[in-house]
């Protein structure tokens, strides 16, 4: 029971701070994806942890169709108003990355930035069967997200990052830290002819 309060209370929070502008929601696509667009021909994409959309609008004003999906009822009205010039070829969905059953395509690339981090232990078996369910042969996945420390009950461990590639291929991981000091991660994994 006490796990439920506090994962009602964490969703939230998190929905709360939409209210206004929350410190993640930069309005500025993340530069790793932009460098990606540079260099891969469009396809189909699905943000996991979609937020307002910024990300999505990158995609799509590079040819990209887009899916998005995010469980901040705010922030999925502020993305479908992004997204709404671009016709069909965008769609944001009011939802859990852990519950995709509703999505039955296959993705070119699958994105988080700054979701995984976030969820609990089981949360994140049900996240990484629905990426590997999703992602197309050949497709890529992108994930940043802030690596686990003794602080943070969240987060991304190198035991994951394995788990990842046991369905595709690690090619780039970079490491860093934000502004507040906590260590982050941005990999870059291929689901290649051998997986």
Same mark, same amino acid.
């Given at each position: 029971m006490k796990w439920k309060i506090e994962k009602f209370? *964490? *969703?939230f929070s998190f929905n709360y701070r939409y209210i206004s502008k929350p410190p993640w =929601?930069?309005?500025i696509p993340v530069p790793e994806l932009? =460098?990606? /667009?540079? &260099?891969h021909k469009p396809? &189909? #994409?699905?943000d996991l942890g979609c937020g307002t959309g910024t990300n999505m609008v990158a995609l799509l004003n590079a040819g990209w169709n887009v899916d998005g999906v995010d469980f901040a009822m705010l922030a999925v009205n502020r993305a479908r108003r992004k997204i *709404?010039?671009?016709? &069909?070829? #965008?769609?944001v969905y009011f939802g859990s990355v852990v519950d995709l059953d509703f999505l039955s395509g &296959?993705? =070119?690339l /699958?994105? =988080?930035?700054?979701?995984?981090h976030a969820l609990d232990k089981k949360e994140k078996a049900s996240y990484r069967t629905n990426v590997k369910r999703l992602i197309r042969q050949n497709g890529y996945y992108l994930l940043y997200a802030f690596y686990q420390s003794p602080t943070m009950v969240y987060g991304l461990n190198a035991y994951e990052v394995n788990l990842f590639s046991e369905f595709m291929q690690k090619i780039y991981q970079l490491e860093s830290t934000d502004e507040k000091g906590r260590s982050a991660m941005f990999l870059e994994f291929r689901k290649g002819d051998s997986y």
């Amino acid at each position: 029971m006490k796990w439920k309060i506090e994962k009602f209370l *964490r *969703r939230f929070s998190f929905n709360y701070r939409y209210i206004s502008k929350p410190p993640w =929601d930069t309005g500025i696509p993340v530069p790793e994806l932009v =460098d990606f /667009i540079s &260099k891969h021909k469009p396809g &189909k #994409a699905l943000d996991l942890g979609c937020g307002t959309g910024t990300n999505m609008v990158a995609l799509l004003n590079a040819g990209w169709n887009v899916d998005g999906v995010d469980f901040a009822m705010l922030a999925v009205n502020r993305a479908r108003r992004k997204i *709404r010039p671009f016709g &069909k070829a #965008a769609n944001v969905y009011f939802g859990s990355v852990v519950d995709l059953d509703f999505l039955s395509g &296959k993705y =070119d690339l /699958i994105y =988080d930035i700054g979701c995984y981090h976030a969820l609990d232990k089981k949360e994140k078996a049900s996240y990484r069967t629905n990426v590997k369910r999703l992602i197309r042969q050949n497709g890529y996945y992108l994930l940043y997200a802030f690596y686990q420390s003794p602080t943070m009950v969240y987060g991304l461990n190198a035991y994951e990052v394995n788990l990842f590639s046991e369905f595709m291929q690690k090619i780039y991981q970079l490491e860093s830290t934000d502004e507040k000091g906590r260590s982050a991660m941005f990999l870059e994994f291929r689901k290649g002819d051998s997986y």
